[in-house]
């Protein structure tokens, strides 16, 4: 879950996903508003196993108010399996064309993690 984020600029959620095993289910991403029950609306999501390696998912975020942005990972039927994420940005702009550079990567470390634009 991230911190609130309380602009209303459009942003594009990019993140790296694996999801490989017998037994996985469901990785869904929700937006939730500030105030709200549950997890919010779920913005994307992937079922099953993706195959032994990293995927890229890039969602457009066009809030209406306060939010935040919630991952959750759902096993199936046993523990065989494995979601994992990693290099997660979400600068303003559209996705359209997005392409992270090393440049981008590079500003969000341990040191500034509580930024909410990393």
């Not at 694996?18 to 869904?28: A, P, Q, R, S, V």
């Not at 494995?82 to 940005?89: E, M, V």
Request: aromatic residues 12%; glycine residues 10%.
């Amino acid at each position: 879950v991230t911190p609130t984020i309380e602009d209303n600029a459009q942003r594009c959620l990019s993140f790296w996903y694996h999801m490989y095993g017998l037994h996985i289910n469901l990785l869904n991403v929700y937006l939730k508003p500030q105030g709200a029950q549950g997890q919010g609306t779920r913005i994307w999501s992937k079922q099953g196993t993706q195959g032994n390696h990293w995927n890229r998912a890039t969602v457009n975020v066009s809030p209406s108010g306060p939010y935040q942005i919630v991952f959750e990972g759902v096993r199936g039927l046993s523990y065989a399996g494995d979601i994992a994420l990693d290099d997660i940005t979400f600068p303003t702009g559209s996705c359209a064309g997005f392409n992270p550079t090393t440049a981008t990567l590079e500003q969000c470390t341990f040191e500034n993690a509580a930024d909410p634009m990393c």
